[in-house]
């Protein structure tokens, strides 16, 4: 053999050699995958004399992941793929945790060597075979196929070993890099499923925002049922192509295979990664016909939240490996999502413990009273978990007469609740029994004072007392917002009256101005929360009140307080707070 | 040879035409797909009108065109709408970005003809590793087609 220091030509000098190393170093060190060097990794060991071709192979234990060939008679030369099947015996090649450089007649390569095909059709007489271990079960092996059936020259093997340290270490770098991405990745996912979870509490809803966020951050696929009694209901799917949206909600709603599997998580497995033979009978896999095909990976994890299970998440992997390296992170993400579904449907079951509380505080329905239409409506503060203070009613006297009332404790809760029950009822028990208005405000205040009651009430009372052919209205004002008076004309007028808060001074007195109503007019009560609803740009609904009572008043008196509950909460931005409103038409024909 | 064929061939897969109008964007898509693919040959649109046409008169068509759908007075809808409405683009995937989860959203874009909907997180890498589970798919997908054409199965490395 010639010395190296003269194949210049042909081949890679010693000096050339380690220029090369050092390039291929500075190379890795910047590569995002190995497979990158490989074109001028390979390159450069065909320089070498009497190399016809080299081979690279990674493994997974028995299992070929790819090989790729140099043909060298390609200018320059190519690097091919081919598709190759593993076999058991290759595993026999492994190296265990180290390199192993060993050389072979190329007649002698069996069982466990896809790359003999290609060598030999190259006409190489002999290899020499490196082979190296990587990360997670993996392996590699760089193979060099010779001209000569002679042992190689020592300076050979001693650069694949070279060359494999250059491609370990390189690719020992990316995997610890990629580890690092995705666990950024992951907490930033964790992170973006917070805030959907939070930003709604609408758990449909939710459930299906988190499962787009999911497709294709993480997964192909991902489904999310919910148990409805024994069944698993889905609520949400996601599918990458939009062509197998449909396909995957059928699968989600209808597969028994798959509800199996659902259910073996839900009823004591735990989280489930199925792939391989564990996908076979189902409608995914390898080996599944239709569309499901090509799904590798099925995960499945409970939704866990204060011990009872609320239902399954669910992912579809396209990539074997996609799911074997985030087990935790699938149980956190699940984690997550159960309790963000606990705190949603316990908000909705207090929130409709509140409106029953609420409605009980109100009368279930107004008298009928010959000569007026009543109305009433009452809506609850958005997203409100507290009972809140607002009240009416409508008492109904001899001789036609009738009382209504309207008021406010102040704040929410349940001593709101405590005081508003006890402020109706008294007003009402003393209106049944004929007292004045003014002088049932004196008394409830007087109650109030008794009960060392800490919060303020207001509240409006008047008493219709039939009068020609309409009403005389007597109103008792303690610190409520004035009723409002809309003529048959249309024309709106302020009942101007006005008091001291409820519950503040045990001496304060109340007095009642009168006003006339007749046939068309109509009496407007309600409570701050429809005066003080604001809209986005700062504008209360105060100013466009008697604008909206004129417009309103001249629908259907059976609906008018409705009507003007609907104009203040469209208008508002949030509802903060409650809004009730008692109307009284007069009728034209008694 | 019929019309769909002679379409076919005009497919270069390996090209990608991003529609986005900031620079600033673009340049994030761009930075997190020279990573990921570094195959792949990307071109840029910052503006959305004439998008169809563009393609139309181009000698090839891009595999996929990576749309910002959340554009200003429903423009990205149009651009989709439009790509839709010429049969010649219907080998064109559509891979529409925005920042929104919400249901109603993914049905819109569904509706208009998109073929794959990805959420645009504020977290750069979550949103590089979004849009490479997109790609990916697609291009796969473009593999196992061609594969089962012409009775091979690549696989590109």
């Known amino acids: ?590 | 040879m019929n019309e769909v064929q002679q379409h076919h061939q005009r497919v270069d897969r390996r090209r990608i035409l991003v529609v986005e109008p900031s620079a600033e964007d673009a340049k994030t898509i761009e930075q997190a797909l020279s990573r990921t693919h570094p195959h792949l040959r990307l071109e840029f649109a910052s503006r959305e009108d004439g998008i169809a046409e563009r393609l139309l008169a181009a000698p090839t068509l891009p595999g996929l065109v990576l749309l910002n759908v959340h554009l200003p007075e429903h423009q990205g809808h149009a651009v989709l709408r439009a790509i839709r409405s010429h049969p010649h683009l219907s080998e064109v995937t559509v891979v529409v970005f925005t920042p929104s989860t919400s249901p109603t959203e993914v049905d819109s874009c569904y509706q208009a003809g998109a073929d794959s909907y990805v959420y645009k997180p504020v977290n750069f890498a979550l949103f590089r590793t979004a849009l490479k589970g997109a790609i990916d798919y697609w291009q796969d997908s473009a593999s196992r087609i061609r594969g089962s054409l012409d009775g091979s199965c690549p696989t590109p490395r």
């Not at chain 1, 026999?92 to 192993?100: D, H, L, N, V, Y």
Request: charged content about 25%.
């Open chain 1, 1 to 590: 053999m010639q010395p190296e220091t003269e194949v210049t030509n042909c081949g890679t000098s010693a000096a050339r050699w380690s220029e090369v190393l050092h390039e291929l170093w500075s190379a890795a060190d910047r590569a995002e995958d190995v497979t990158a060097l490989a074109g001028r990794l390979y390159t450069v060991l065909a320089e070498f004399p009497g190399v016809l071709t080299v081979v690279g192979t990674r493994w997974h234990g028995g299992q070929l992941r790819y090989m790729r060939g140099l043909r060298t008679a390609d200018s320059p030369p190519a690097l091919l793929d081919t598709d190759q099947e593993g076999c058991a015996e290759a595993a026999a090649r492994a190296p265990g945790s180290g390199t192993r450089v060993r050389e072979h007649d190329t007649a002698d390569l069996a069982a466990g060597w896809p790359e003999a095909e290609l060598l030999r059709a190259v006409g190489a007489k002999r290899v020499v075979e490196c082979v190296f271990a990587l990360d997670a079960g993996d392996w590699a092996s760089l193979v060099i196929g010779l001209v000569s059936a002679e042992p190689a020259d020592p300076a050979l093997s001693l650069r694949l070993r070279q060359a494999s340290e250059v491609v370990a270490t390189c690719n020992r770098r990316i995997v610890t890099q990629r580890e690092h991405e995705r666990r950024q990745v992951h907490d930033a996912f964790l992170a973006e499923a917070s805030l959907q979870m939070d930003a709604s509490l609408d758990v449909e809803e939710t459930l299906q925002r988190v499962a787009r966020l999911a497709v294709p951050a993480v997964a192909e696929g991902c489904l999310l049922h919910l148990r409805q009694g024994p069944r698993l209901v889905p609520v949400a799917s996601a599918h990458i192509a939009a062509d197998r949206q449909s396909w995957l909600a059928d699968t989600a709603s209808g597969d028994a295979w798959l509800t199996q599997v659902l259910r073996r998580s839900v009823e004591g497995e735990g989280g489930l990664i199925l792939s391989g033979k564990a996908l076979v009978g189902g409608p995914l896999g390898a080996k599944a016909a239709g569309v499901g095909t090509s799904v590798r990976v099925l995960s499945v994890n409970p939704l866990r939240a204060r011990g009872r299970v609320l239902g399954t998440l669910t992912f579809l992997f396209h990539h074997e490996d996609a799911s074997t390296q985030m087990p935790r992170f699938l149980a956190d993400l699940a984690n997550r999502a159960a309790l963000a579904i606990d705190t949603s449907t316990l908000y909705e079951q207090r929130r409709q413990h509140v409106v029953s509380l609420q409605r009980h505080l109100l009368p279930a329905e107004l008298p009928h009273s010959p000569g007026l239409v009543l109305s009433s409506a009452y809506e609850v503060a958005d997203d409100s978990l507290d009972v809140g203070g607002d009240f009416y009613d409508a008492i109904p006297g001899p001789s036609g007469r009738i009382a209504l009332l309207i008021g406010d404790v102040c704040g929410r809760g349940a001593e709101a609740a405590a005081l508003t029950g006890l402020a109706r009822h008294t007003l009402r028990t003393l209106l049944e029994d004929g007292s004045p208005g003014a002088h049932t405000l004196v008394r409830l205040n007087q109650a109030l004072h008794r009960e060392r009651a800490r919060r303020f009430v207001t509240a409006l009372v008047v008493t219709l007392v039939p009068e020609g052919d309409g009403f005389r209205a007597e109103v008792a004002n303690a610190g409520h917002p004035p009723p409002l008076v809309r003529r048959a004309s249309s024309r709106v007028e302020r009942v101007e009256c006005g008091g001291l808060l409820l519950g503040v001074q045990s001496s304060a007195a109340y007095t009642s101005v009168s006003v006339d109503l007749g046939p068309g007019d109509s009496l407007v009560l309600f409570t701050d929360g429809l005066t003080e609803a604001r809209a986005r740009d700062g504008r209360f609904f105060e100013d466009l009140l008697p604008g909206a009572v004129a417009r309103e008043g001249a629908g259907d008196p059976r609906w008018l307080a409705g009507r003007l509950v609907h104009a203040g909460v469209d208008f508002r931005v949030s509802g903060e707070d409650d809004v009730a409103v008692l109307a009284a038409f007069v009728k034209e024909v008694r």
